[in-house]
């Protein structure tokens, strides 16, 4: 969707510019779903600042075809694709273990992937496809790197949730959908998760160096509505209200890299300010069972 630059410009004053200077040689970050939308953008600007980024994909072409065109415009060619597949818990630890194996450090992880509104379909491993991808699977991702996150402090983790998380419930005894599923909503609870996921990840992480946040990114003109003709054509109708992925990205970025954010670590960004969440997002007994039962379902020892 092309934009006329006053219309660009009005939208990126209007909803919040990550104004931050820092530079990133030496450091290491990795976004996931960087092969397109918000996390391409992301992964841009982190190379445009001189990170050695891992595009974290699941298709590894595509992947590879987005990590040439931003060596190209940010002349950095320490942009690195590997294979990443968050609804297949193997490529989940395959992917980890290659990442462990050789990096030495791990400043920035973006958990940015995600699917809205698909049909009900499951993960390999059995897991409801949204909950399954959107947050068990950056949840056992962030888990097998959080060593490494720590090893390298002050490093930081990004949880790109949503305003739709306002819509969510954590229902622990249909969480993979199975007695009732409705597409949108199943997106609703799992972005709600995130922010639940990202909370609870701060309180553990208190004074490890490690902070956490989590985004919402605006709403973005991107392939997230591929699944949904209703939200194709809605995006179309109120196009002009609608960011641009570079815009998308801003929140996300500015959670990785201002300076002092880290007194704000679990809290919730949008529009590059703190934002409120809803009152199951602040409940901390629903985060700390939401923890428990990740782990149980994905076989992490509980601690
Ligand atoms: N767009 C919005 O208005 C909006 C609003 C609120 C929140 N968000 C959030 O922003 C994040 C980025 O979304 P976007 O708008 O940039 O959407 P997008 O253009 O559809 O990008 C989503 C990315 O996630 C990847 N992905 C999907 N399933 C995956 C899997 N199983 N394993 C690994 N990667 C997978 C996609 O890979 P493929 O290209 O291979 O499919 C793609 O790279 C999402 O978490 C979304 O919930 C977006």
């Not at 934009?3 to 660009?8: D, R």
């Not at 990550?18 to 996390?39: E, F, M, R, W, Y």
């Not at 490529?91 to 920035?108: D, P, T």
């Not at 954590?170 to 799992?190: D, P, R, V, W």
């Amino acid at each position: 969707m092309s934009q006329m630059p006053g219309q660009a410009m009005w939208k990126m004053l209007s909803s919040g510019v990550c104004t931050s200077t820092v530079q990133l040689p030496g450091k290491v970050a990795v976004v996931t779903g960087a092969n397109t939308g918000i996390g391409k953008e992301t992964a841009k600007e982190l190379a445009q600042r001189g990170a050695r980024v891992y595009i974290a994909c699941r298709d590894v072409q595509k992947g590879e075809l987005v990590a040439r065109e931003i060596q190209t415009m940010t002349g950095n060619q320490q942009v690195l694709v590997r294979k990443l597949d968050l609804a297949d818990t193997k490529s989940i630890r395959a992917f980890a273990e290659g990442f462990l194996a050789e990096e030495k450090h791990l400043h920035i992880l973006i958990n940015n992937a995600g699917v809205m509104m698909c049909p009900y379909s499951k993960t390999a491993d059995g897991f409801e496809m949204h909950i399954g991808v959107n947050h068990l699977g950056h949840f056992l991702l962030t888990h097998l790197l959080l060593e490494k996150l720590k090893e390298s402090a002050p490093s930081r983790v990004v949880n790109v949730s949503s305003l739709a998380h306002h819509l969510g419930r954590i229902h622990f005894h249909n969480l993979q959908g199975e007695k009732f599923y409705s597409a949108g909503l199943a997106y609703c609870h799992s972005k709600l998760a995130n922010i639940l996921f990202t909370q609870e990840l701060a309180r553990r992480l208190k004074g490890s160096g490690v902070s956490a946040y989590s985004v919402h990114p605006g709403t973005v003109n991107s392939e997230l509505v591929r699944h949904s003709s209703f939200m194709k054509w809605m995006w179309w109708l109120f196009s002009f209200f609608i960011k641009t992925p570079q815009q998308g990205a801003q929140t996300s970025l500015y959670c990785a890299l201002t300076e002092g954010l880290e007194i704000l670590s679990g809290n919730h960004f949008s529009d590059c300010h703190v934002a409120w969440v809803s009152a199951q997002a602040r409940n901390e007994t629903v985060a700390r069972r939401l923890w428990d039962v990740s782990c149980d379902l994905l076989g992490i020892p509980m601690d």
